[in-house]
C-alpha cells in the first residue's frame, strides 16, 4: 500500500472517529513530488476539497495582486505567505471561525480566507483603509485581526502571540473552575481549541518555550502551528536551532501531542490538523504541529532572497509548490477535470481584481483619527464618576499601605469575579494541602496575603519565575473578559516583559481600531531607600513608562491614596501601570482607616499636601513626604511652601499644576528618578513654555544622581535625593 492510500485512510479514520488519538509523536515523511492516489481509493468529501483549493490559489493569487500593486507604487508594503497555503487551509477547516480562538503570524493568509476573511477585507489591509477590519489602516498588511471571527489582532514582532494565546485558552480553562463567571461572560465554550502559528525562526524565542511550558502544565487547548520554510529572513534552521528540528527539541514536554507533516501537501495537512485539534478539543493537553513548507518567494518585498539562496535550493521548492501539487492531485484522482479547475481559478482571478478596485478606491482614515483609541473611549477613569473622595467615611484603626491595598483586593476580587490575581509568589501556598498548616507567602511584601485562602486557587496563583510570561498571560486573559491583576515581583526585573507591556499590551486597542482591547492592572513594587537594595532592588525607571501611549501609570504616596487609585485602576477599562514604593509600604505616618468598599480617586487628579504661597514643590512618591519635611524646615526661616502630590503619571494634573505655579512664581520638581531625562524633565518644560510669564526664577529639579542606587548605605543617602536636598533646593530658589 503506497503512501498516499494509508494516509487516505487516516483522514477517513480522523473524520469517523468520536475519540481523539493518543499522545503520540509521529513522524510523517513529505512524499515525492508529484502527488498521487491509488485508483482503488476515493479522495474524501470532494466539496471539502475544492473549496480548500479555491482558498489555497486565492491566497496565492491575493499575494501576487499585492506584489504587482507594490510594483506600481499603489501600497506600500508587501509580505506573502506563498508556499505555506496547504497547511493553513486544512487548519482553517477543522477549526471553527467566531468559536475557536486565532493567534496568527503574518504568513496566515490563507487561514483567514479559509475562516472567512474576503479578499477585499485583506486587500484593504494592503492600501491602509480605514475600512480594513484587520487593524483599520493602523497596521502594516498581514497583519491579521477580525473581531468577528475571533482572530485578534497581530502585531510584528514574533513571537509576542504565543504567551497571549496561552492567557486566551487559560481563561477557557479559568472559566471551567469558576462558576461565577458564567453570570458574567459570554462566549465561552467546553471544547473550545485556541490557535497559534510561528515561523521555525520564531521558535527561537524565549516567549515561544515560556508558553510551551505554561500549555503543557496546565494542559491547556492550545495548537501551535509552526510553519518551517527552513529562513528566518535569511538564516537557516540549522543556524536557528540545535539540530535543524524544534519538534524534536519539544518532545519532552508533557501532555504535548507532537505531530510533523510535509506542510505542502493538503491531504496529509489536513489529517494532521485533524489529529492535533481533536487532541485539543478532548482536553488531553496542547498539540504542536511542524509542518514543513516553502518560501517561494523573498520573505518581503523589501527582502531578494537570490543574496543568499543557490538557484539550485529555490528551484526544489518550487517542485513543492503546494498550489500546483493539489491542482495536480485534484484532476489526476478524478476530483475535477483541467476545464473545471480553470474555473476556479478564472472566479478567483476576477473576485481578486474587483477586490483591489475596490480597495484603491477605499477611503483612508482621516488624520484626525490618528489619536482615536489609545485609551478607552467609553470608560474614563480621570471623570467624576471615578471620584467619591470628598465624600469619604473612615473608619476601622489606621492601617499601612500594604494593608488598604490588601483590603482593596479583597473587596474588588469579592465584587467581581472576572478578577484574577498572580504572578510570582502572590499565592498564599501553592500545594493547598499545606494551606490549614502554614501561615503562607502571600507575597514577598504580604500584599495579596490570605487572596488564596479567601478566594481559592483558580483566581489566586503563582506563575513561572517569568515576567513576560505573566504580562502575556494577562493580555490573553483579558482579551477574553477577565480582569487580570499581575504583580511583578520587583520593579528592576520588570525588563524580560518589556516587550508583552510596549508592543502589545499598550498597543492592543490602538492597533485594532478599537476591535480588541486588554484591560488589566500590572502591580510593581518600585524604589529605593531600603538599606541594602542595592543596584537591582532600588530601581525607578518611571519615564521609561509614561512615554509609552496607551499605558496608564499610577504611583501613590500613602495608604490611603493607594487604595483609592487601585480599586480606580481595577474598574476602568485600560491597562495600568500601578507602582508602589516598597519604602511606603509601612510608614507609620502615611497610614490610614478604611475608607470604604467603593472608595475611588480619579487619575488625573492631584492632591494639595501642604498650602504655601512663596514656592511650590510638584513631587510624588517618597519625595512628598521628604518634600513635607524640608517645607517645615524652610518654614522655620519665613518660606511658605506648597507641595503637589501628583498620584497620577499619567494622566497628570496640569490644571493643578499650573493654578500652584501662577499662585508662587517659583517652582521645584522632585523625584527618585535620575535627573537626566527623567519624568520631571516634561513638567519642567511644560511648566516652562506654557507657565513662563508667571516664573519669578528658573524652574528647578531635585532627582538622584545620573547613576545607579548603591549597596552601602553612605553610597545611597548621597545618589537618592534626601531632605537636605530639597531644603537646600528651596533655600536657593527662593534666594534667586
Known sequence: MNTDTKVLKLVRKAESSAEPVENTVTQL????????????????????LLEMYR??????????????????????????GAGHEAVLAAAGVVLKPSYDWFYPYYRDRALCLQLGMTPLEQLLSAVGAEADPNSHGRQMPSHWGHRKLNIVSQSSPTGTQVLQAVGCAEASYRFELIPELQKR???FHADEVTYVSVGDGTTSEGEFWEALNTASNLKLPVVFLVEDNGYAISVPVEVQTAGGDVSRLVEGFPSLCVQRCDGTDAIESLETMRRAVDYCRHRKGPALVHAKVIRPYSHSLSDDEKLYRPDEERASDAERDPVKRF????????VIDQDGLQRIKDQADREVNEAADLALASAQPPQETATKYVFSPDVDPASPAFDTEDQVQLSGNPGTMVDLINRCLHTEMARDPRIVVFGEDVADCSREQYLESVKGKGGVFKVTANLQRKFGSARVFNSPLAEANIVGRAIGMATRGLKPVVEIQFFDYIWPAMHQIRNELALMRWRSGNDWKSPLVIRVPIGGYLKGGAVYHSQSGVSTFTQIPGLRVIYPSNALDANGLLRTAIRCDDPVLF????????QAYNKSAYPGDDFMIPFAKAKRVREGKDLTIVA????VQRSVVAAKQAEQDGVSVEIIDLRSLVPYDWNAIAESVKKTNRVIVAHEDSLSFGYGAEIAARIANELFEYLDAPVKRVCALDTFVGYAPQLEDAILPQVADVAKAIAELRAY
Not at 486565492?58 to 501576487?64: C, E, T, V
Not at 507602582?579 to 509601612?586: A, G
Not at 510624588?620 to 519625595?623: F, V
Open 29 to 48: 515523511t513529505p512524499r515525492p513530488v508529484p502527488l498521487s492516489v491509488s485508483k482503488e481509493e476515493q479522495l474524501p468529501d470532494h466539496k471539502l
Open 185 to 187: 461572560i459570554a462566549g
Open 579 to 586: 507602582l508602589e514604593h516598597k519604602h511606603l509600604y509601612r
Open 620 to 623: 510624588y512618591g517618597a519625595l
Open 55 to 80: 482558498t489555497m490559489y486565492l491566497s496565492r493569487r491575493l499575494d501576487d495582486k499585492e506584489i504587482q500593486l507594490k510594483g506600481q507604487n499603489r501600497i506600500f508594503f508587501q509580505i506573502s
Open 327 to 334: 491542482g495536480a492531485l485534484l484532476i489526476d484522482s478524478g
